[in-house]
């Protein structure tokens, strides 16, 4: 008897097999490729700040927003068209003078309607010019919104590696702390101390460990504070990199003042509000004015839905 040993090519198998080697060598870069994603820069921390946090993203859509009702107010002045199809049904034809049908039982009727504003007591250019500066406040409480949110980025990330040296210092008076208290432990069996240097090592040394603990927890709300202003999850791993670069700071108080002065946002932003009022006192004053459009009807009527059985009547009027 022969008994024969063969292998068969399943090539199902084969691809599951390759799926799956691949995915045992691309797990370690993928988990890399994640953990390096979570260590930022001060740039990178304010770019993606700029695209993920609801307040920017809300700003952004305010602007939309004003954009839009400036364009619908803008439609004002332009002629508007509007068209009317009705049905009326009487219980009976209404007859006169030798059996002349005057009034039909059936009764369709299109109006169409042309209107264009001749002068509106300045109420539509009002209300059009509030439009526009409240596009231009939308656009710049979009860049407030803008500078306190990179503000507040530089902020958190500066504390962020503050509370990240403090505790780098507390981790290192821990282990000081530990030999030394090690060393009064060793001095004070062999009776080359007191009992009271003893006691006074292990008192720094817990004093430490508590300081460590406060350090540590500040490391938390530092890195919570910083995923929060970015829009990111409050407990998501960060890592920052540190900034070695200093720069100077040369520029004089007053000239500093003067150019806040100029440019800041909330000054601008002030000064659009002020003619916003003026503008809404002018609009409450349009009553006083006279309003005139111009309008053009077309008409048409008819016994069925085509509108041309029924003795006719089309004409415009104005």
């Known amino acids: 008897m022969r008994y024969c ?21 691309a797990c370690p870069r993928l988990c890399q490729a ?16 700029l695209r993920h946090s609801p307040q920017m993203l809300s700003s952004q859509e305010n ?3 004003a954009e839009a009702n400036k364009k619908k107010l803008f439609t004002e002045f332009l002629p508007k068209l509007s068209a009317n199809y009705t049905y009326t049904r009487l219980d009976e034809d209404k007859v006169y003078f030798m059996d002349v049908v005057i009034t039909p039982q059936d009764q369709y009727q299109f109006v169409g309607t042309l209107s264009q504003p001749i002068f509106s007591g300045f109420s539509i250019m009002t209300q059009y010019d509030i439009s526009a ?17 990179v503000f507040e980025v530089k902020k958190a990330y500066f504390q962020l590696l503050q509370k990240q040296k403090l505790e780098g210092v507390a981790r290192q008076a821990v282990i000081q702390l530990t030999a030394q208290a090690e060393v009064s432990k060793n001095f004070y069996e062999v009776g080359m101390v007191p009992k009271n240097d003893l006691l006074q090592s292990e008192v720094k040394l817990a004093n430490a460990e508590q ?20 829009g990111r999850p409050v407990d ?13 700071f040369a520029q004089a108080y007053e000239d500093c003042v003067q150019t806040a002065m100029e440019q800041r946002t909330e000054m601008q932003i002030a000064d659009l509000e002020m003619a916003t009022a003026e503008k809404e006192v002018k609009l409450t004053k349009t009553d006083y004015y006279p309003s005139i459009d ?4 077309y008409y048409k009527r008819g016994d069925d839905p085509g509108l041309h059985e029924y003795p006719e009547m089309r004409y415009f009027q104005l």
């Open 63 to 65: 602007v939309t927003a």
């Open 211 to 230: 300081d460590l603990v406060v350090e540590q927890n500040n490391v938390m709300l530092a890195k919570s504070r910083f995923n929060t202003l970015l």
């Open 5 to 25: 040993l063969g292998f068969r090519k399943d090539t199902g198998s084969v691809g599951i097999a390759i799926f799956l080697l691949l995915g045992l060598f």
């Open 133 to 149: 500066i409240g596009l231009d406040i939308a656009t710049l409480t979009e860049r407030e919104t803008r500078q306190k949110l």
């Open 294 to 297: 111009l309008k053009a009807n």
């Open 236 to 248: 998501a791993p960060v890592n920052v990199e540190d900034v070695l670069a200093y720069e100077p």
């Open 34 to 49: 994640e953990e390096a994603s979570s260590t930022f820069t001060l740039e990178s921390s304010i770019e993606y700040a």
